[in-house]
């Protein structure tokens, strides 16, 4: 739960998003704004632990719950990927995800919706290859950070925010689209939010509330590097 004095706000808020008064916490138009800001923070966190939480090394937050990085490196299921470890650089990039291509289980690699996830430093990394590469396949056509691997219609490289830094060092990982399963005990969990004024205390408190759980489904058809 986080609590919040009407005065706090008025510190950064007053006269954009908050109407002027000491003690006015009725103001609909900034409570709605206030509301969609700590929905949009709550899912950056959640979509965060899914990638990196650990009960045994994380902290804060991603102490919380065991995410997808953790399954696969520090429980059972690491002996059944596929592995390699490499320094990622702009001159080996191309031929790292072409490795994990040629490596991947043919059950994968024949997937409909298959996804190299990497960090958005190596997405960015990825593209600079392309393009110095030059070859005739690269139009530079993306949806954000995601692109098709050139010859392959059924493989995107995703570049996320949520893997920089990693405690793991896990570089990229390749699987297939729904290999990920993020699992809460209802769907409104996570959107749902509470917000109100306590007369008492003259503050303004929030709080969501959820429980998190991943797994993977086939962690043979997963392909890592490190």
Known sequence: ??????????????????????????????????MEEKLQSATNGLYEMFWKGSKTNGSGNLALTNGILHN???????AS???ATTAVTVTNILDTVN???????????????VVIYMTSSNFRLYIAALQAANN????????GFTYK???????????????DGNADNIDMIMTYAKNFVYGVDTTQEG??????????????????????????REPNMVVIIK
């Open 136 to 143: 005739y396949h690269f139009t530079g056509e993306n949806n």
């Open 1 to 34: 739960m986080e609590t919040f004095c009407v005065s706090d706000f008025n510190t950064f808020a007053l006269g954009a998003m908050l109407k002027p008064g000491s003690s006015d916490n009725n103001d609909e138009a900034f409570v709605q704004m206030f």
């Open 191 to 216: 959107t749902s939010y509470d917000l109100w004024y306590s007369q008492d205390n003259r503050q303004i408190r929030s709080a969501l509330e959820t429980k998190i759980g991943t797994a993977i």
């Open 99 to 113: 490795w994990m291509i040629q490596n991947a289980p043919a059950a994968l690699i024949q997937q409909s919706n």
């Open 149 to 163: 691997v050139p010859g392959y219609s059924n493989i995107t490289v995703v570049g996320l925010a949520e893997l």
């Open 72 to 78: 696969l490196v520090h429980t059972s299921q690491s």
């Open 81 to 83: 990927t596929v592995s």
